[in-house]
C-alpha cells in the first residue's frame, strides 16, 4: 500500500492503444475517474485531462503506448500543464524510462507491446499464475504467463471490428453495418442478422476454442481473464472465460507505479 506521505499524490495512467486510449486517474489503488476516447482525440481529449487533474497537487503521469507518434504529442501538451512543466521525471513511460518487471521468454522484449507485457504484470499481481490474458482491442492478443510467473508469449489475432469492417468492404453483396453491441439470437433471420450473429458467435467460438487448446497444453487449472474494450460484450459469447476486466491494463499501470516508482523512490 502507498504510505500516508502519498496521500496528495495521484497518477494519470494513460494505455494509448491503436484505436482507443484508456486513462484513469487513482490515488493509491483507488480508481478517482476513468474513460476511454479515440486515439486519434488524443490532441483534445489530453486538454481535457489537464484540467481533471489541475487541482492535484502531485500528480505523476504513466504512459503505455503501441503508438509512437500520439505518444509524443502526449507528452509534449502535459509537459505544459503548470505543475509538470520542467518536470519530466513525473512523466515515464513503459518499455523506456520504466521498465515490466516480469521474467520472459520472449525473443526480443524490445518488440512486444508494452500493454501486452503490463497486462500480463498486473495479471499476475491480481489473479496468480497461471493465467491466459486476452486483450480484445483493434486485434486480440492472447497471452501465457506460466506457474513459475513467466511471461512465455502467446497469439495475435485480427479483432472482431477489422473482421467485419473487411468483410463489409470486400463482399459486393453484403451491406455496410456498425459493429453491434448486442444481437440477441444465435442465427440471423436476414443479412444483416446473420453478419451481426456470425462474428458475435464466431470471436466466442474463436475465444472458447483458443482457451480449450491452452488448456489440453498446460493444464485445466490455466485461468482466464478478458480485458480490452470489446471484453465484456465478446466475453458474454464465451463460457470458458474465468474473470472479465475491462480496467486491467490502467489497474496494472497502477500496480507499477506503486512498486516501481514510489516503492523505489527515496523517502
Keep these: 500500500m502507498l504510505t500516508r506521505s502519498t496521500g496528495n499524490r495521484a497518477v494519470l495512467c494513460l494505455d494509448i492503444g491503436n484505436s482507443s486510449t484508456g486513462y484513469g486517474v487513482f490515488r493509491g489503488r483507488k480508481l478517482i475517474t476513468?474513460?476511454?476516447?479515440?486515439?486519434?482525440?488524443i490532441p483534445i481529449?489530453?486538454?481535457?485531462?489537464?484540467?481533471?487533474?489541475?487541482?492535484i497537487p502531485n500528480i505523476?503521469?504513466?504512459?503505455?503506448?503501441?503508438?509512437?507518434?500520439?505518444?509524443?504529442?502526449?507528452?509534449?501538451?502535459?509537459?505544459?500543464?503548470?505543475?509538470?512543466?520542467?518536470?519530466?521525471?513525473?512523466?515515464?513511460?513503459v518499455g523506456r524510462s520504466l521498465k515490466v518487471p516480469i521474467r520472459h521468454n520472449y525473443r526480443s522484449i524490445k518488440k512486444l507491446g508494452s500493454d501486452r507485457l503490463v497486462n500480463a504484470y498486473g495479471a499476475v499481481r491480481k489473479y496468480g499464475a497461471p493465467i491466459l490474458i486476452f486483450d480484445f482491442g483493434t486485434a486480440i492478443t492472447c497471452d501465457y504467463v506460466s506457474r513459475k510467473r513467466v511471461f512465455e508469449g502467446g497469439l495475435i489475432v485480427p479483432g472482431p471490428e477489422?473482421?467485419?469492417?473487411?468483410l463489409c468492404d470486400r463482399a459486393a453483396l453484403l451491406p455496410?453495418?456498425?459493429?453491434?453491441?448486442?444481437?440477441?439470437?444465435?442465427?440471423?433471420?436476414?443479412?444483416?442478422?446473420?453478419?451481426?450473429?456470425?462474428?458475435?458467435?464466431?470471436?466466442?467460438?474463436?475465444?472458447d476454442g483458443l482457451i480449450d487448446r491452452f488448456r489440453r497444453r498446460y493444464g485445466p487449472r490455466l485461468r482466464v481473464v478478458?480485458?480490452?474494450?470489446?471484453?465484456?460484450?465478446?466475453?458474454?459469447?464465451?463460457?470458458?472465460?474465468?474473470?472479465?476486466?475491462?480496467?486491467?491494463?490502467?489497474?496494472?499501470?497502477?500496480?507499477?507505479?506503486e512498486e516501481e516508482v514510489i516503492h523505489h523512490s527515496p523517502s
Design 60 to 93: 505523476y503521469i504513466l504512459i503505455s503506448s503501441v503508438v509512437p507518434k500520439y505518444t509524443y504529442i502526449l507528452r509534449k501538451i502535459m509537459l505544459r500543464h503548470p505543475r509538470l512543466r520542467g518536470s519530466p521525471r513525473r512523466i515515464y513511460e
Design 226 to 257: 478478458a480485458t480490452g474494450g470489446l471484453s465484456r460484450l465478446i466475453g458474454s459469447f464465451a463460457k470458458e472465460i474465468d474473470f472479465i476486466d475491462p480496467l486491467l491494463t490502467l489497474r496494472s499501470l497502477a500496480y507499477l507505479f
Design 162 to 166: 477489422i473482421s467485419l469492417k473487411v
Design 45 to 55: 481529449a489530453s486538454r481535457k485531462l489537464i484540467r481533471k487533474i489541475g487541482n
Design 176 to 207: 455496410t453495418i456498425p459493429f453491434p453491441k448486442r444481437y440477441r439470437s444465435f442465427i440471423g433471420r436476414d443479412t444483416v442478422g446473420c453478419m451481426k450473429a456470425g462474428v458475435l458467435q464466431g470471436y466466442g467460438a474463436l475465444t
Design 34 to 41: 476513468y474513460g476511454r476516447v479515440p486515439t486519434s482525440n
